[in-house]
């Protein structure tokens, strides 16, 4: 078949009608979680796009100590389900790890579509602040055997309240991945304890028993998935926070005379609730992040039924304030479970108030979502102090 020049005239024509009538690519409402940001420590950097994206960049920009301006910049591709879409928003996770001789430091980002065209560029000026110093001590604990009292030592860090004075004692459990050599790499929750650290708190991160750094042997099976013992497991997580909390007393910054906070995620949110019920006297609140245990496949959990029972019969005790802080994507403890778990330990008599988020971290909320959360968390820390 041939093609007449007239055609090709005309197709060329089309082509430049297209790229003419095509939306520009714009960014706008540059945002950047809470300032100052922690050096170390993930923050979340958002904004607005018209016209087809395909990826987009971030430029920081810091000094060195020998007094170098030096410039780092970084290419994210948009995700898959983005892709093609004329508008949209952007959020993306970063973390600053060099050190800069000066407080401030500037940050620019602009996007680009598939053709290489440029958008316009947004910057900002952001104070980045050192991160607060936390002590690791090796708390102990005597257990009892058939052979005798065995002690062992809990890896525990240890955030002082800020401003010198003496707070009150916050508690804050980790979770529990599947498999010994996945528990063995478990670190306590930092950058989370941190934020409780500039509220006030005195706040201790113990790493139970078979996790981490700690010493013994991990206590907290809840046995064949069948008949799975959730209340062994329960019991088990609570002598390793009773150690914590006996060690921590006798620490000069620790307000003993005000009632303890217990915050957890995951196994560490259900280890939490049960030392709220074993120890309801010393508890002010439990903050639960996607409590639960018994994960064994995406959305599947042992024994749905016995964990709704064990988790549900904590508020047969404990009647202080609850929150209960799950995500509509938590592929581990999906919202058809962690509903009927809160309705039933509402229905044992006790108290709390359930709270869903849409993320995209899903199960790792609370240690990807900081800003998200923190809002809602300052407002539950208002209503009970």
């Given at each position: 078949?041939?093609?007449?020049?007239?055609?090709?005239?005309?197709?060329?024509?089309?082509?430049?009608?297209?790229?003419?009538?095509?939306?520009p690519l714009?960014?706008s409402n540059?945002?950047?979680?809470d300032?100052?940001?922690?050096?170390?420590e993930?923050f979340?950097?958002?904004?607005?796009?018209?016209?087809?994206?395909?990826?987009?960049?971030?430029?920081?920009?810091?000094?060195?100590?020998?007094?170098?301006?030096?410039?780092?910049?970084?290419?994210?591709l948009?995700?898959p389900?983005?892709?093609?879409?004329?508008?949209?928003?952007?959020?993306?996770?970063?973390?600053?790890?060099?050190?800069?001789?000066?407080?401030?430091?500037?940050?620019?980002?602009?996007?680009?579509?598939?053709?290489?065209?440029?958008?316009?560029v947004?910057?900002?000026?952001?104070?980045?602040?050192?991160?607060?110093?936390?002590e690791?001590?090796?708390?102990?604990?005597?257990?009892?055997?058939?052979?005798?009292?065995?002690?062992v030592?809990?890896?525990?860090?240890i955030?002082?309240?800020?401003?010198?004075?003496?707070?009150?004692?916050?508690?804050?459990?980790?979770?529990?991945?599947?498999?010994?050599?996945?528990?063995?790499?478990?670190?306590?929750?930092?950058?989370?304890?941190?934020?409780?650290?500039?509220?006030?708190?005195?706040?201790?991160?113990?790493v139970?028993?078979?996790?981490?750094?700690?010493?013994?042997?991990?206590a907290?099976?809840?046995?064949?998935?069948?008949?799975?013992?959730?209340?062994?497991?329960a019991?088990?997580?609570?002598?390793?926070?009773?150690?914590?909390?006996?060690?921590?007393?006798?620490?000069?910054?620790?307000?003993?005379?005000?009632?303890?906070?217990?915050?957890?995620q995951?196994?560490?949110?259900?280890?939490?609730?049960?030392y709220?019920?074993?120890?309801?006297?010393?508890?002010?609140?439990v903050?639960?992040f996607?409590?639960?245990?018994?994960?064994?496949a995406p959305?599947?959990?042992?024994?749905?039924?016995r964990?709704?029972?064990?988790?549900?019969?904590?508020?047969?005790?404990?009647?202080?304030?609850?929150?209960?802080?799950?995500?509509?994507?938590d592929?581990?403890?999906?919202?058809r479970?962690s509903r009927?778990?809160?309705?039933?330990?509402?229905?044992?008599?006790g108290?709390?108030?359930?709270?869903?988020?849409?993320?995209?971290?899903?199960?790792?909320?609370?240690?990807?979502?900081?800003?998200?959360?923190e809002p809602?968390?300052?407002?539950?820390l208002?209503?009970?102090?």
């Amino acid at each position: 078949m041939k093609i007449r020049a007239s055609q090709v005239l005309v197709f060329m024509a089309i082509l430049s009608l297209g790229s003419a009538c095509a939306d520009p690519l714009d960014i706008s409402n540059l945002r950047i979680s809470d300032t100052p940001i922690t050096l170390g420590e993930w923050f979340t950097v958002s904004f607005d796009y018209k016209g087809v994206a395909e990826k987009y960049a971030l430029e920081n920009t810091y000094e060195t100590a020998r007094g170098e301006v030096k410039r780092e910049v970084r290419e994210f591709l948009l995700k898959p389900e983005a892709k093609g879409r004329v508008a949209g928003q952007i959020s993306l996770r970063w973390r600053v790890e060099n050190p800069n001789v000066r407080p401030y430091r500037i940050f620019k980002i602009w996007a680009m579509s598939g053709e290489g065209t440029r958008s316009n560029v947004l910057s900002a000026e952001v104070k980045v602040i050192k991160p607060l110093p936390g002590e690791e001590v090796k708390i102990p604990m005597d257990l009892k055997t058939i052979f005798g009292t065995k002690s062992v030592k809990l890896s525990t860090t240890i955030f002082k309240p800020t401003g010198g004075e003496k707070g009150p004692l916050l508690v804050l459990n980790h979770g529990t991945p599947m498999g010994e050599d996945a528990r063995k790499k478990v670190t306590p929750d930092k950058e989370q304890g941190r934020i409780f650290a500039r509220k006030g708190f005195a706040v201790a991160l113990p790493v139970r028993r078979g996790h981490g750094r700690s010493e013994g042997d991990y206590a907290e099976y809840s046995g064949d998935c069948n008949n799975s013992d959730y209340d062994n497991a329960a019991r088990e997580a609570v002598k390793d926070i009773r150690a914590a909390v006996e060690y921590m007393k006798k620490e000069s910054y620790v307000d003993t005379g005000r009632k303890i906070l217990l915050v957890g995620q995951s196994t560490g949110g259900f280890s939490s609730l049960a030392y709220a019920s074993a120890y309801p006297e010393e508890v002010m609140a439990v903050i639960n992040f996607a409590g639960g245990k018994g994960r064994v496949a995406p959305f599947k959990v042992c024994n749905e039924e016995r964990l709704i029972d064990t988790m549900g019969s904590f508020g047969k005790t404990f009647k202080g304030p609850t929150l209960w802080v799950y995500t509509e994507q938590d592929d581990y403890f999906e919202p058809r479970l962690s509903r009927k778990i809160f309705e039933t330990y509402k229905g044992e008599g006790g108290a709390g108030r359930f709270v869903t988020f849409s993320s995209e971290f899903g199960h790792g909320f609370f240690s990807k979502a900081t800003k998200t959360w923190e809002p809602v968390i300052d407002a539950f820390l208002k209503e009970i102090h």
